[in-house]
């Protein structure tokens, strides 16, 4: 039989069968396991998708609106416009806050990074005691800077606290200081706290990227008689740039963003010498009960950690 003989013969059973049989052709299976996936992928999505519109989209959206008005947080309230944002550039009390938030991110995040760092270089090998010791520098940031606070609260006593004790044993101060009540000491008090207590996050996040870069180029560079700050220099610092820039985002924000130490150490005191930003709000909210104005002023500061933050990444981008 011919070629095309047989063609026509295929043709004609396989109409034949289809007709005996009473059936459609059959959808594409790759069709139906497409739409599947779709609705499978918007049933996972929808969950987060709610809780993100509940939690953060409606209230930034009513936060907009309390900025509009003068709400005194009890009794009535009244749209007043822009007025709220126009006052800012004349609010001392808030433009001394910000820029004491500077000094405080400025001195903060220079030894978090050198810290961390160091801790990361102790235990990013698999040498005995290096899990120990990763527990250990750990430990401060999971006990978080509120129990620190309280801690150092009592430990920061003249006369009685361990910080006095021990200084005063080694001769530095008189056992007597007041540290709490003065601004340059407070601060610096607040400062090595704060880098004691939250080097360990960037220890975790370095400690990462050095466990990825080969042993073997290590090795490379030793036998060619480089050091070891030239090895670091030269090899671990340009390989762990992306762990070493979200450090410094991660460190930048939480100091424009501080808030638990301060309120409770120096309540912003002596006076207003250690206000930062968030405490100045709090107060304006809560205190003198002008939540309108302390919502504009937070909108501000979350414009304004959105774009020195969009600076840093453009800063720290990793360029080719």
């Given at each position: 039989?011919?070629?095309?003989?047989?063609?026509?013969?295929?043709?004609?059973s396989?109409?034949?069968?289809?007709?005996?049989?009473?059936?459609?052709?059959?959808?594409?299976?790759?069709?139906g396991?497409?739409?599947?996936?779709?609705?499978?992928?918007?049933?996972?999505?929808?969950?987060?998708?709610?809780?993100?519109?509940?939690?953060?989209?409606?209230?930034?959206?009513?936060?907009?609106?309390?900025?509009?008005?003068?709400?005194?947080?009890?009794?009535?309230?009244?749209?007043?416009?822009?007025?709220?944002?126009?006052?800012?550039?004349?609010?001392?009390?808030?433009?001394?806050?910000?820029?004491?938030?500077?000094?405080?991110?400025?001195?903060?995040?220079?030894?978090?990074?050198?810290?961390?760092?160091?801790?990361?270089?102790?235990?990013?090998?698999?040498?005995?005691?290096?899990?120990?010791?990763?527990?250990?520098?750990?430990?401060?940031?999971?006990?978080?800077?509120?129990?620190?606070?309280?801690?150092?609260?009592?430990?920061?006593?003249?006369?009685?606290?361990?910080?006095?004790?021990?200084?005063?044993?080694?001769?530095?101060?008189?056992?007597?200081?007041?540290?709490?009540?003065?601004?340059?000491?407070?601060?610096?008090?607040?400062?090595?706290?704060?880098?004691?207590?939250?080097?360990?996050?960037?220890?975790?996040?370095?400690?990462?990227?050095?466990?990825?870069?080969?042993r073997?180029?290590?090795?490379?560079?030793?036998?060619?008689?480089a050091?070891?700050?030239?090895?670091?220099?030269?090899?671990?610092?340009?390989?762990?740039?992306?762990?070493?820039?979200?450090s410094?985002?991660?460190?930048?924000?939480?100091?424009?963003?501080a808030?638990?130490?301060?309120?409770?150490?120096?309540?912003?005191?002596?006076?207003?010498?250690?206000?930062?930003?968030?405490?100045?709000?709090?107060n304006?909210?809560?205190?003198?009960?002008?939540?309108?104005?302390a919502?504009?002023?937070?909108?501000?500061?979350?414009?304004?950690?959105?774009?020195?933050?969009?600076?840093?990444?453009?800063?720290?981008?990793?360029?080719?």
């Open positions: 039989m011919s070629a095309p003989a047989q063609a026509a013969g295929a043709g004609a396989a109409a034949a069968g289809a007709a005996a049989g009473g059936r459609a052709p059959r959808r594409s299976a790759s069709h396991s497409l739409t599947h996936r779709e609705r499978t992928g918007v049933l996972l999505v929808l969950p987060a998708v709610a809780m993100v519109s509940v939690f953060v989209l409606l209230p930034l959206v009513l936060a907009v609106g309390i900025s509009f008005t003068n709400w005194p947080l009890i009794g009535d309230y009244e749209l007043i416009g822009l007025q709220n944002f126009t006052a800012i550039a004349q609010d001392t009390a808030f433009l001394q806050a910000v820029g004491y938030t500077l000094l405080y991110t400025a001195i903060v995040t220079g030894p978090i990074l050198v810290v961390g760092y160091l801790m990361a270089v102790v235990v990013r090998t698999n040498r005995r005691g290096s899990t120990a010791l990763r527990t250990l520098f750990f430990l401060p940031y999971v006990i978080g800077l509120s129990t620190l606070s309280f801690m150092l609260v009592l430990e920061a006593q003249p006369g009685s606290g361990a910080v006095n004790l021990l200084l005063g044993a080694l001769g530095i101060t008189d056992g007597q200081t007041a540290w709490l009540v003065d601004a340059g000491l407070a601060t610096g008090l607040i400062t090595v706290l704060v880098v004691w207590g939250v080097s360990g996050l960037t220890m975790i996040l370095l400690v990462s990227g050095m466990q990825s870069v080969p073997e180029v290590h090795e490379s560079a030793e036998m060619d008689g050091t070891w700050w030239q090895r670091e220099r030269r090899i671990v610092i340009p390989m762990i740039r992306r762990p070493i820039a979200m410094l985002v991660l460190s930048v924000i939480g100091s424009f963003l808030f638990t130490q301060f309120f409770i150490l120096t309540q912003g005191g002596p006076g207003t010498s250690t206000t930062p930003v968030v405490l100045n709000i709090y304006r909210a809560f205190v003198q009960l002008q939540v309108g104005a919502t504009a002023l937070s909108l501000a500061l979350v414009l304004v950690v959105g774009l020195v933050t969009a600076a840093q990444f453009w800063l720290l981008r990793e360029r080719d």
